[in-house]
């Protein structure tokens, strides 16, 4: 069973529009939440995280929302940009696995000029 | 920076064939991981490492086996490939901040 979802395999934005990327998760005891960047022939790179006490996590352009009650976490770029084109991991680390990180199916966002 | 490098970023291979992926860090970290990515099911955990000689097994180990012998060194094997372990293979190593992880460039396996 799938963990941590991401529904949207895709999503198209306009250049300095606002780009909101969702992933579900199912279990609770998920302990830290992270988004990672991958573009085409690279590794993912880490962006931004957020610990299951908080709520919100800012970082420049890019914010993490947490919504503990619904299992739900978003990502919003603002304003977006032609280079944050790429796909966009969210991740979860359970409380005792070691580091062990569970990931979602992706969605690619693509900004057009 | 945190270096993580993969021997090989483009290998094709036979059904039957032995592969070794090799990943070797320059951080000292102590866990590494081996991922494999496919379109539209994410990251797959396949094996980790918390130390050397020590592995466990990820979500999807089938097929698969590890080698920890040197503490920057992190090696996947597929004993005998087969077609349906086409993919983006994926090393890591988990650095000080919670839950961070260092990938490398990753190795795109084609197993004709």
């Known amino acids: 069973d799938q963990q941590v979802k991401q529904n949207s395999p895709s999503l198209s934005v306009q250049e300095g529009r606002i780009s909101i990327l969702n992933c579900d998760y199912t279990?609770?005891?998920?302990?830290?939440f992270l988004w990672y960047k991958k573009y085409p022939a690279e590794g993912p790179t880490f962006l931004i995280s957020?610990?299951?006490?908080?709520d919100k996590n800012e970082d420049g352009r890019f914010t993490v929302f947490l919504n503990k009650s619904a299992k739900h976490l978003s990502l919003h770029i603002v304003p977006s940009q032609p280079g944050d084109s790429a796909v966009y991991f969210c991740?979860?680390?359970?409380?005792?696995?070691?580091?062990?990180?569970?990931f979602g199916q992706g969605t690619e966002l693509s900004v057009k000029p | 920076d945190v270096k993580v490098t993969q021997s090989s970023r483009y290998l094709v291979k036979r059904t039957g064939e032995k592969v070794f992926l090799e990943c070797v860090q320059d951080?000292?970290?102590?866990?590494m991981f081996w991922y494999r990515q496919d379109p539209g099911l994410g990251l797959r955990l396949i094996y980790f490492s918390y130390d050397v000689k020590m592995k466990e097994k990820g979500d999807i180990p089938e097929g698969y086996s590890v080698s920890r012998e040197k503490k920057e060194r992190f090696s996947l094997i597929l004993e005998s490939a087969s077609t349906n372990q086409t993919s983006m293979y994926l090393c890591a190593t988990k650095g000080y901040q919670a839950g961070e992880l260092f990938f490398g460039e990753g190795s795109r396996l084609t197993v004709l």
């Open positions: 991740a979860a680390r359970g409380g005792n696995q070691g580091g062990k990180l569970i």
């Open positions: 951080m000292d970290h102590e866990n």
């Open positions: 279990n609770s005891m998920f302990d830290y």
């Open positions: 957020i610990s299951s006490i908080k």
